[in-house]
């Protein structure tokens, strides 16, 4: 039995705030089974009441009204479907508070010089700066954006949380719910309410993406990124497996070599099987060592991510280059993340300008075709921070070093130092002893990868941009849609 089936009989408060598909598709799934389940929902809605949004971050007019339709849209499927639909209550922001109001004695913005400042400020004990460089990093594509030129991003932002947090203290004491139900909870629109359920103690739960395209994540009182939760789903999915565990397990990482797009997009699809860099023709007699970096703006604005004792990669990545220039018997790789490939931001700066001029290593660019998995299995040392390209490597057998925090972190398939002098012998000690791979932990993080989440009922997926709800593919109205199409082309912003 899942965690969702277990509600029932309570007063429940759910929040909108991503509406692409899947993420409405499933908020109107886990309304429906809960409804089924005797419970009383009161739907938050925005109707332009955030400032600024993870899918509509320039606040832009026509973008709210597209969305406030389709959100509608699905409301009045699901009425359709549900017999106690009258236990599902519309609830709207400016009716607790009117943003309009509430701006009149909110601070001016403040002018921040660097990231780390922005993300120590507060609102109360709303943590808003936080939540505010989470989304402009998304946002940007950028782990350090330029504050200034983006200071209006933040002062939107934190208005915002500022806003949404006082609402959600407003809401909470109105209907007084038992459990609230948000998205991700890392942004600008849904962070104010999961801080307001911790310091009130209210129980939260969260929904995302599951690990295939035909489930979804629902975890109670834990975010979706918190790798403590993540590790004891791990063990226990594990642990009570009634089906063939280790065969599952190693699905996930054929699917992966065979660039199956079943839970998220492939980085690998477009590069050439089996090729490796030019160089490889000159390493005989040489360690081979590669280093796989993650792209920075993803785990930016997570607490607690990152690497264990470097700043960041690319001072992680720095120091290696600048310790192994004297090992001359050492060919170090470095593989850039594909996920970075055509961005112009400080990360591909930094690995262009400084990483770059280092003779010790050579990089293999995001757009490289070289095929990762070619690259793994021809390496002595695979390093990484984080990147799932970890665990596939322990599962090719494989010597891991894991330098930042990951799911697989627990697993006893990677060598994780305490600090750079430790690595550094771990790299260039020709007899240092690797532990052994125990081959049941890469297949836990295959297995559990292949099997978290709950089954959708409702929504049936057709790729993992578009499904159908009930058979219907949820559509704003074709009206405001075709509106918003002749606004964007008359401001040059349509893109077909």
């Known amino acids: 039995m899942s965690q969702l089936e277990t509600i029932t009989n309570q007063t429940i408060l759910v929040q909108t705030t991503y509406q692409p598909t899947p993420h409405l598709e499933t908020e109107l799934e886990i309304m429906e089974r809960l409804l089924q389940q005797g419970n009383t929902i009161y739907w938050i809605i925005c109707q332009g009441d955030f400032q600024v949004c993870f899918h509509n971050p320039k606040h832009k007019e026509m973008d709210c009204k ?3 339709s389709r959100v509608n849209k699905g409301f009045n499927v699901l009425k ?4 106690a639909h009258q236990n599902l209550h519309i609830l709207k922001y400016n009716s607790f508070l009117k943003l309009e109001e509430f701006k009149k004695d909110f601070p001016p913005t403040t002018v921040f010089s660097e990231l780390k400042d922005l993300k120590k400020h507060h609102y109360k004990k709303y943590d808003s700066g936080m939540a505010t460089a989470s989304s402009l990093v998304s946002y940007t594509r950028n782990h350090e954006p330029d504050l200034l030129k983006h200071e209006e ?11 949404l947090y006082e609402t959600f203290h407003l809401i909470l004491n109105e209907i007084k719910p038992s459990l609230v139900i948000l998205f991700n909870g890392r942004f600008i629109e849904n962070r104010p309410l999961l801080r307001v359920c911790q310091e009130r103690n209210v129980n939260y739960a969260t929904h995302e993406r599951g690990g295939k395209i035909n489930n979804f994540l629902f975890r109670i009182n834990s975010i979706p990124h918190s790798i403590e939760t993540i590790s004891a789903e791990m063990e226990s999915l594990w642990k009570n497996a009634q089906n063939d565990k280790e065969a599952i397990g190693k699905t996930f990482y054929t699917n992966r070599i065979k660039r199956v797009e079943d839970a998220w997009y492939s980085f690998t699809k477009e590069q050439q099987e089996g090729r490796l860099p030019e ?3 000159s390493n005989e007699g040489k360690k081979v060592v590669t280093i796989f970096n993650s792209s920075l703006d993803e785990y930016e604005g997570l607490e607690g991510f990152g690497p264990y004792f470097y700043p960041n990669d690319n001072e992680g990545i720095r120091q290696i280059c600048e310790s192994l220039e004297a090992f001359p018997n050492i060919k170090l790789y470095l593989r850039v993340h594909p996920n970075l490939k055509g961005l112009d931001n400080k990360q591909n700066d930094y690995l262009k300008n400084v990483i770059a001029k280092s003779k010790a290593v050579e990089i293999i660019a995001a757009e490289d075709s070289v095929d990762t998995y070619a690259l793994i299995n021809q390496s002595d040392i695979i390093v990484v921070f984080g990147s799932t390209v970890g665990a596939e490597a322990a599962f090719a057998g ?5 330098l930042g925090r990951a799911a697989y972190e627990n697993l006893d398939c990677v060598i994780i130092p305490k600090s750079h002098d430790e690595l550094m012998k771990i790299l260039t000690e020709d007899n ?11 297949l836990k993080y295959g297995y559990w990868n292949e099997s978290f989440g709950i089954d959708y009922k409702y929504y049936e997926p057709i790729h993992l941009a578009k499904g159908t709800f009930h058979g219907k593919l949820i559509k704003a109205n074709p009206i405001v849609s075709e509106w918003r199409r002749i606004v964007q082309k008359l401001n040059g912003t349509y893109k077909k």
Do not use: D, M
């Open 279 to 281: 160089s490889f023709q």
């Open 432 to 442: 240092y002893q690797f532990p052994k791979i125990n081959p049941e932990a890469p």
């Open 153 to 163: 991003f933040i002062y939107r932002g934190l208005l915002t949380g500022a806003y």
């Open 66 to 68: 597209v969305c406030y």
């Open 80 to 83: 359709k479907q549900v017999i």
């Open 398 to 402: 494989k010597n891991v070093v894991l």
